[in-house]
């Protein structure tokens, strides 16, 4: 297991994330996983014993229960917390409560202390700002995330899900109040949707921002299970929970160039799409879940295969973006400058 320093940081976390979402079934979540505190606790040992030390976990995921989940498994294990960075998130509604939901200071404020008793923690290593909460001022958000740092319980502030033009503005604004700045950005990356290569990840590393990929493996859809001759089983997350959106032909072409090099490789379709994601400039851990030992052993895998500069050509060729205004027009005038 590689480590690499979080952003522009002091911080060094594992080139691969756990993430927390199976953990729970509670509502919406039962769709993803709902593993309890047992098959929590293996998991969470065989985490450990891979030398994976980034754990991440989000207040709404099974509305709490995975929080709780994972803090009850470090205790059980006997893990030792200083050994582990953990991120967990704040915006989504938790309650019917009004104010239970969103990024003012009120609920930023009242989201940590509930986080920190469901984990049973006295403080979260990173905080993710879990997505655009549109009624409150960007200023609100930054002043009161640069707070809870002040307050000892969070250690480093990080966003999900923005557009980058907003992550600027927040940045902007902590820079000229000298507040806490974002240091990381958590975004849905993979070969079936590389979408933040167009502004997010350019943005990243002038910002030198920590980059955290989620849904590696596009919600399961490109672990290899599914191709076009593929019937709905209903045992697979992508059966019930069809998320995050895939142009599907596309990923069919893409599956087809993956399982092919993972036989060669002798390893997974999975593991050639994580291992691509990983080798991607600026990525700095990936973010890998289970519902089984199986598939968790599987993924941690992934970081034994290095693919030759002609497999990665062939692979991005297959899952490229298409050119979009004004990237083609930045690339074309930049041109008499790359010389």
């Known amino acids: 297991m590689k480590y690499n320093f979080f952003g522009n940081t002091g911080l060094l976390v594992s080139e691969l994330c756990f993430g927390t979402m199976t953990f729970g079934g509670k509502g919406m979540w039962e769709a993803i996983g709902k593993i309890q505190q047992a098959e929590v606790n293996d998991l969470m040992k065989t985490v450990i014993d891979s030398g994976i030390n980034f754990i991440d976990t989000a207040n709404v995921y099974s509305y709490g229960e995975s929080e709780t989940l994972l803090g009850q498994s470090i205790i059980d294990n006997g893990i030792n917390r200083h050994d582990l960075v953990i991120a967990t998130k704040v915006r989504g509604k938790m309650s019917e409560s009004k104010n239970n939901m969103g990024l003012s200071r009120y609920h930023i404020f009242q989201s940590v202390d509930e986080s920190l008793k469901r984990l049973q923690l006295d403080h979260i290593d990173i905080l993710y700002v879990h997505g655009v909460d549109p009624k409150t001022p960007v200023e609100e958000t930054m002043r009161a995330l640069n707070d809870i740092v002040l307050t000892g319980k969070v250690r480093y502030i990080s966003v999900c899900n923005w ?68 019937t709905k089983s209903g045992a697979n997350r992508r059966d019930n929970f069809d998320f995050p959106p895939v142009n599907k032909e596309k990923a069919y072409d893409i599956i087809d160039v993956i399982v092919e090099t993972g036989k060669s490789h002798n390893v997974s379709a999975a593991q050639i799409a ?66």
């Open 163 to 230: 557009p980058a033009w907003m992550v600027m503005k927040a940045q902007g604004i902590a820079a000229l109040h000298g507040w806490n700045k974002f240091e990381g950005l958590q975004y849905y990356y993979s070969l079936a949707g590389r979408d933040i290569e167009r502004e997010v990840l350019p943005m990243a590393a002038d910002q030198k921002l920590a980059v955290m990929p989620w849904s590696p493996l596009a919600g399961g859809f490109l672990s290899g299970k599914y191709t076009r001759n593929s």
């Open 274 to 339: 994580l291992a691509w994601v990983r080798q991607q400039p600026g990525i700095t851990s990936t973010i890998i879940g289970a519902k089984t030992a199986d598939q968790l052993q599987d993924n941690i895998k992934s970081i034994e295969i290095t693919l030759s500069a002609d497999e990665l050509k062939r692979i991005d060729e297959v899952s490229a973006l298409s050119k979009e205004y004004p990237g083609w027009m930045v690339e074309r005038q930049s041109a008499d400058r790359e010389s």
